[in-house]
């Protein structure tokens, strides 16, 4: 993964839902209800729309903000993920 100041490209664009299906299955595995409470209405997409990406930031950024439940691998990952909804954000 790449630190946080670098930018993101189109590779990692790719890597976002990979990404979020490890987590998933993580989540799963060890039963982490309360991230997958907050991932799971918005993911998979429905489209990918502007607006189904803003809810899937909005949900990253939630995940980021969880005190506990994430480990520091899940919680990297997860702001991984939210650069890479960001990036596809600013440039629609």
């Known amino acids: 993964m790449k630190d946080r100041s670098e930018s993101i490209d189109v ?8 990404t979020l299906d490890e987590l998933i299955d993580g989540w799963c595995a060890r039963r982490a209800l309360r991230p997958l ?15 189904d ?3 899937l930031h909005e949900a990253l950024r939630d995940l980021e903000n969880l005190r506990d439940g994430l480990s ?4 990297s990952r997860v702001t991984y ?5 960001q990036s596809i954000l600013d440039d629609r």
């Open 11 to 18: 590779t990692d664009r790719a890597k976002l839902f990979p």
């Open 37 to 51: 409470r907050i991932l799971l209405p918005v993911y998979p997409l429905v489209s990918p729309l502007t607006d």
């Open 53 to 55: 990406i803003a809810d």
């Open 72 to 75: 520091p691998d899940e919680r």
């Open 81 to 85: 993920a939210r650069r890479i909804a």
